[in-house]
């Protein structure tokens, strides 16, 4: 199965503009470019592991055998990169015998929030996309707002859930044009042969995107969520390609309480026309159906506060009863990483386990069916401790086997076609840890017996190796470079060559690269999202 990263500059145009100290602000434009770091520190181990000799280790010998820093090898990495590579509209930065499993694209699409059928199809109103233009709106005005009353969003938003500015929309756009994109390349795949390396086809996607979406509900944002990115994709799968069947699987620290209640709407209505139907004369064609099942901490918000209704919804296990399909499973506290394996991680598997049940009851295996991630790493042992305050987390390698438990499950039941969406996770190390091993849970690379990867890939010193290499300078390299392993010097350069552009000269709308640059640094206190 060939895996394809989507990454959308447009992105890092939601920005907080309320006041200068942004310290105190966690959901950032920099986040992105932890998770970059990880997605291309992937793509090297990958490299690394099929024995591929690249040009880039031919950099790192020359490097090394200058001894003495030689200023022409010391140049831009992006400059080198971009040189050695001759980057054009359609080039790879992948090795050429690893472009068969995985793409790196960074992509231009877009949408209008105001005409698109997915969009007003979760967030739009009978009597008038209110909440859409009523979020332009709050959006365009955001710097008079913030001049007259010293906030840009309305009071019924919580200040610390959320933030805009005047390009947020871009970025909303953007985020969802990206999934968009992902969806349309992943149920278009089906023509093309696995070995086949010359096309856009893939079976897997990751989309690194922000803002996040799963907390927002059809007019209700929330928790750094204004539109719900992949109920949106789930109905664009829905409306464009004839999909009647999604699992959507929240790993998110938090309780994806929007995507569930949006959910639960689209479930109900099928459900009423199933009966109606039943009653009816002649064979109608079944609704959309989706399951739902998140893997999330119950002291953490939105439950933080104990409210009943939000405790309860994030408490629900439901299971065909009213068309329902959901499944919630709260995160447990673990002693070593031999508990969580041997006792802890089964019961998470319980999330796979009902929807296995929820697609063998509704038909089985088929062409109808979409698997999405809701990918948030904030649960990972990394994560800023007043980010996870009640210490319910799982190790790194979660997001490595949990993907590959998914993935399998996807490829039993819907040849492999799987979207997997950024939500959140908030420090360095977690997002880096947990985006590398998450692409190679994704990237469908076995190597004889057993899995290729190695779980000490995303270990803390090899996180600190990642995060030291990768850090934002001004001027020359530290002499340093010369030692540094060469998967982290091969990171580096691929990682180089997603720089956002200026924004002067955008790039092709499909530019294939892997992982972009931006510093994420440290914040100091926080809330809990």
């Not at 990263?5 to 105190?24: A, P």
């Not at 829905?238 to 639960?264: E, M």
Request: hydrophobic fraction near 35%; aromatic fraction near 8%.
């Amino acid at each position: 199965k060939r895996t394809t990263v989507y990454i959308q500059d447009d992105c890092l145009k939601h920005r907080y503009i309320r006041t200068k100290d942004s310290l105190r602000v966690i959901e950032r434009p920099e986040r992105l470019r932890a998770v970059k770091i990880g997605l291309s520190a992937a793509i090297a181990r990958a490299e690394e592991a099929l024995s591929i000799s690249n040009t880039a280790t031919e950099v790192v010998a020359k490097r090394k055998d200058a001894g003495e820093r030689d200023p022409s090898l010391e140049t831009d990495v992006l400059a080198v990169t971009l040189e050695r590579m001759q980057i054009g509209p359609t080039q790879e930065v992948v090795t050429p015998e690893l472009q068969s499993l995985v793409s790196l694209t960074r992509t231009n699409a877009t949408v209008d929030l105001l005409n698109h059928p997915a969009v007003k199809y979760v967030h739009g109103d009978i009597d008038g996309d209110v909440y859409l233009e009523n979020l332009i709106a709050w959006a365009r005005d955001s710097p008079d707002n913030i001049a007259k009353k010293g906030i840009e969003i309305p009071p019924e938003i919580p200040p610390v859930d959320g933030y805009l500015c005047p390009t947020s929309i871009d970025a909303i756009q953007g985020a969802i044009g990206a999934v968009c994109e992902a969806i349309d390349t992943v149920l278009a795949t089906g023509t093309y042969s696995s070995s086949d390396s010359s096309g856009d086809h893939c079976e897997r996607a990751f989309v690194a995107i922000r803002p996040p979406g799963h907390h927002c509900g059809e007019d209700t944002p929330g928790g750094f969520c204004f539109v719900n990115n992949v109920v949106i994709g789930t109905a664009h799968a829905h409306l464009k390609h004839g999909i009647k069947r999604v699992v959507i699987l929240d790993i998110d620290l938090h309780h994806g309480n929007g995507t569930q209640s949006l959910i639960w709407q689209i479930n109900e209505e099928t459900y009423r026309q199933t009966l109606e139907h039943a009653y009816s004369k002649g064979d109608a064609s079944p609704g959309l159906q989706v399951y739902y099942g998140s893997l999330h901490d119950i002291l953490s918000f939105p439950c933080e506060d104990g409210k009943p209704d939000l405790v309860q919804a994030a408490s629900t296990s439901i299971h065909g009863a009213h068309g329902q399909h959901i499944e919630n499973i709260h995160l447990q506290r673990y002693e070593s990483n031999e508990h969580f394996w041997s006792v802890i991680y089964p019961k998470y598997l319980n999330l796979i386990h009902r929807a296995r049940d929820f697609l063998d009851s509704t038909g089985g295996p088929g062409d109808d069916i979409l698997f999405f991630v809701s990918c948030g790493f904030d649960a990972g042992e990394h994560e800023y401790s007043y980010m996870s305050r009640h210490n319910h987390r799982v190790p790194t390698s979660f997001y490595h086997r949990f993907t590959r438990d998914a993935c399998a499950m996807a490829d039993q039941y819907a040849r492999g076609r799987l979207v997997s969406v950024l939500e959140g996770g908030y420090s360095d190390k977690t997002l880096i840890g947990g985006a590398m091993a998450h692409l190679c849970g994704l990237v469908d690379l076995e190597k004889g017996e057993g899995d290729w990867v190695n779980e000490e890939w995303w270990n803390v010193e090899n996180l600190i190796k990642l995060e030291e290499a990768t850090k934002a300078r001004k001027g020359p390299r530290s002499s340093q470079v010369s030692t540094l392993d060469d998967w982290v010097h091969r990171t580096s350069e691929i990682l180089a060559t997603l720089e956002p552009y200026p924004s002067s000269s955008k790039g092709p709308r499909s530019y294939r690269v892997p992982p972009s640059s931006r510093t994420l640094r440290g914040k100091k206190n926080g809330d809990d999202r």
